[in-house]
Antibody, heavy 122, light 109 residues
């Protein structure tokens, strides 16, 4: 059974940093692209970032480019999102999702985690 | 990186069909066949119901179908059931990133 569990969220001051993790199990992790999607309170979904199965190709939304870094550890089946220079507008639930295949930017998330709350506030 | 345009709301009675549109440009919806549709119930994670314009993931009823014409994609839900009431979001590849629509609240009357 596919399972994705996010962790690392919390309350952080503007300008601070957080690293989210997404522990994956139940599938051959290295064979699938992975995506981060966020949802601000009461708002719609926003695509954040994606990474290929090998970790060699990464994509970012303009709103986070230069501040967030996506990475993965295929030996430990874990996806990461390093978030620096956090802003109030980054406040959201952050979801990780497994792609149907290998095309990182396709956003075909067939399995999702439960989400991790990130709150940026002074 | 502009959001795709969806109607904020749609509705239908049980058993009826409803179609939700997702309007983009030639740089996203019109340029790629990587259009996905997600269903989201309140407080839950999104669920993939259509990917690559018209493919259904395993376990999704065939009442859900997708199509595309030019720069606009469509999700049709046939034989509406009470459990179909949810928010629906489209998304599309836009080259080196991806973009979601603003979402459509589907109400089953």
């Amino acid at each position: 059974e596919v399972n994705l569990v996010e962790s690392g969220g919390g309350l952080i001051q503007p300008g601070g940093s957080l690293r989210l993790s997404c522990a994956a199990s139940g599938f051959t992790f290295r064979n699938y692209a992975m995506t981060w999607v966020r949802q601000a309170p009461g708002k719609g979904l926003e695509w954040v970032s994606a990474i290929s199965g090998s970790g060699g190709t990464m994509f970012y939304a303009d709103s986070v480019k230069g501040r967030f870094t996506i990475s993965r550890d295929n030996s430990n089946n874990t996806l990461y999102l390093q978030m620096n220079s956090l802003r109030v507008e980054d406040t959201a639930i952050y979801y990780c999702a497994k792609d149907v295949g290998t095309v990182a930017v396709a956003n075909r998330g067939d399995y999702w985690g439960q989400g991790s709350q990130v709150t940026v506030s002074s | 990186q502009s959001a795709l345009t969806q109607p904020p709301s749609a509705s239908g009675s049980p058993g009826q069909s409803v179609t939700i549109s997702c309007s983009g440009t030639s740089s996203d919806v019109g340029g790629y066949n990587y259009v996905s549709w997600y269903q989201q119930h309140p407080g839950k994670a999104p669920k993939l119901v259509i990917y690559e314009v018209d493919k259904r993931p395993s376990g999704v009823p065939d009442r859900f179908s997708g199509s595309k014409s030019g720069n606009t994609a469509f999700l049709t839900v046939s034989g509406l059931q009470a459990e179909d009431e949810a928010h629906y979001y489209c998304s599309s590849c836009a080259g080196t990133n991806n973009v979601f629509g603003g979402g459509t609240k589907l109400t089953v009357l």
